[in-house]
């Protein structure tokens, strides 16, 4: 793990920094995961060497954000399946007046190493509702 972190530099300040670089993260996440991660998909770095991500069994808090169609039973269904993982569930948003083909919502959870969490992750996955699969 890398402990803390502090990022700064000039920005809009706030929430819309926050949410500018959470959206970056995530953008560089996907591509990562889809295997098209390249210096010149992520602006800033000029290097294009393999970075090896750290696989670590050691427990830690995440942080899982959803894009489903809306339906009735939906966080039930989600929550039966983190429980049978024997993740718990630390915190659950979601944002109202979001379009309900892509109702997005964010579930934080107690720490828990990562490949239990991957396993939710992959079984959540291929549920029918899942508009956009959770890295």
């Not at 993260?25 to 991660?37: C, K, N, P, S, T």
């Not at 948003?93 to 934080?108: C, G, N, S, W, Y």
Request: hydrophobic share 45%.
């Amino acid at each position: 793990m890398l402990g803390t972190q502090m990022f700064y530099g000039r920005g809009a300040g706030g929430d819309a920094t926050g949410a500018a670089v959470v959206s970056d993260l995530i953008e560089i996440a996907r591509d990562l995961a889809a295997g098209q991660l390249s210096a010149k998909n992520v602006s800033g770095f000029l290097d294009s060497h393999e970075v090896e991500i750290c696989k670590t069994p050691r427990a830690a808090t995440w942080y899982l954000r959803r894009t489903v169609k809306d339906q009735r039973g939906i966080v039930a269904r989600v929550a039966e399946v983190i429980a049978q993982h024997n993740i718990n569930i630390e915190s659950l948003e979601q944002e109202p007046h979001m379009p309900k083909d892509r109702l997005a919502f964010v579930i934080t959870v107690q720490p828990v190493s990562e490949p239990v969490v991957r396993r939710e992750i992959d079984e959540i996955n291929g549920f029918d509702f899942v508009v956009e699969s959770v890295l």
